[in-house]
């Protein structure tokens, strides 16, 4: 009987991982009391999430950098944006 092998997870495999890890703090943040402290932590992580999407899973890793900077400046807008709507309520 053979012992199986270690196989290294591939790149996207180990991005999946880490989305479900921080799907899940963000989903426990998020269904404790409000905070204002707690929901600039839940829409951080929110933006790393959207971060490792752009890089992984739309495969802009390796583009030019003008078209991560866009992607991360709609990423920073739309949770400035949300961030402004939630805390200033």
Request: proline share 2%; net charge positive; glycine share 8%.
């Amino acid at each position: 009987m053979k012992l199986l092998h270690f196989m290294p997870l591939r790149p996207c495999t180990l991005t999946w991982l880490v989305l479900l890890g921080l799907t899940t703090i963000t989903y426990e943040l998020g269904s404790w009391a409000s905070g204002k402290l707690l929901m600039t932590a839940v829409l951080a992580l929110t933006l790393v999430k959207g971060e490792l999407v752009v890089s992984y899973f739309m495969g802009l890793r390796h583009v030019q950098l003008l078209w991560r900077l866009v992607m991360a400046a709609y990423l920073a807008a739309v949770g400035g944006v949300i961030a402004i709507a939630y805390l200033t309520a």
